[in-house]
């Protein structure tokens, strides 16, 4: 733009310089020098806002960038808790599964073999524990039914052990037989059927007369069926038929029988 200011400008000085005074001419050069100096000023003016723009846009695209970066880190952020909640879903789902088993396992016991049914109320536990038990309960009778609530919890050996204390301190209560019965139970849930067999016929040999032998016994032979041991357990499946025809643990016998011959 600077070179067609200065071509026009010198067009004119031919057209006229024929007429002009050496003033004219001084006067005018001077109004083009500050024409130009301003045309200058101005150039530069111009230069230095588009460099400023383009710093502007830099800026711009750098924090876009960085926006970009921060959207990035929380995606994965977030993208990493929905993997914990997932993660801790399956474990909650899976405690939920056990526990729901144990409950399962507890009424099969209760409502199936009828323990706690037909029997007295010693299978039941208070919703208290032995120190703060239901107002009237003994010492004896607060100590097995906290055994037998932790029992139902699904905690065996924690269970075993308070079984185990209470028929140190009560070796020939009401309750005995039935907490030898639920020390072989606890091994049984475990799958330490060998143990098992031996808690129970502690309860065969030490309460004879007691109501819990023909459940000790079907549960003797089903621990071998359990171990593979077909032989013995047919030997107790029929003792129990025997012994005890009318009730619910020969008819399971007499199922059990059918199944492995």
Same mark, same amino acid.
């Given at each position: 733009m600077n070179k067609i200011v200065? /071509?026009?400008? =010198? $067009? =004119?000085?031919?057209?006229?310089v024929g007429c002009a005074t050496t003033k004219d001419l001084q006067r005018l050069h001077g109004d083009l020098d500050r024409?130009?100096?301003? /045309?200058?000023?101005? @150039?530069?003016?111009?230069? %230095?806002?588009?460099?400023?723009?383009?710093?502007?846009?830099?800026?711009?695209q750098r924090n876009q960038a960085e926006m970009r970066a921060d959207v990035t880190e929380l995606r994965d952020s977030i993208q990493g808790l929905r993997g914990m909640v997932e993660s801790l879903r399956k474990?909650?789902?899976?405690?939920?599964?056990?526990?729901?088993?144990?409950?399962?396992?507890?009424? #099969?016991?209760?409502? =199936? /073999?009828?323990?706690?049914?037909?029997?007295?109320?010693? @299978? %039941? $536990?208070?919703?208290?524990g032995a120190k703060n038990a239901v107002k009237g309960k003994t010492d004896k009778e607060?100590?097995?039914?906290?055994?037998?609530?932790?029992?139902k919890k699904g905690e065996y050996e924690k269970a075993r052990g308070e079984f185990q204390n209470f028929l140190k301190l009560y070796p020939d209560s009401e309750y005995s037989d039935n907490a030898q019965f639920w020390i072989g139970e606890? #091994?049984?849930f475990e799958? %330490?059927?060998? %143990? $098992?067999?031996?808690?129970?016929e502690k309860v065969v040999k030490n309460y004879p007369k007691g109501n819990k032998?023909?459940?000790?016994?079907?549960?003797?032979?089903?621990?071998?069926?359990?171990l593979g041991d077909k032989a013995s357990?047919?030997?107790?499946?029929?003792?129990?038929?025997k012994e005890y025809p009318n009730t619910n643990q020969a008819r399971i016998a007499r199922a059990k029988l059918v199944e492995i011959k």
């Open positions: 200065s /071509l026009l400008l =010198f $067009a =004119f000085l031919i057209l006229t024409q130009i100096q301003a /045309l200058k000023e101005e @150039d530069a003016n111009i230069r %230095k806002d588009m460099a400023k723009a383009k710093e502007t846009q830099v800026s711009s474990d909650i789902a899976a405690l939920k599964e056990k526990l729901d088993n144990a409950s399962l396992k507890i009424n #099969y016991i209760e409502n =199936f /073999l009828e323990i706690g049914k037909n029997h007295s109320e010693s @299978d %039941k $536990a208070p919703k208290t607060a100590a097995y039914a906290l055994a037998y609530e932790t029992f606890s #091994y049984y799958n %330490k059927y060998e %143990k $098992a067999i031996l808690e129970y032998v023909p459940y000790a016994l079907l549960k003797q032979g089903l621990s071998f069926l359990n357990a047919r030997v107790i499946l029929q003792q129990i038929i």
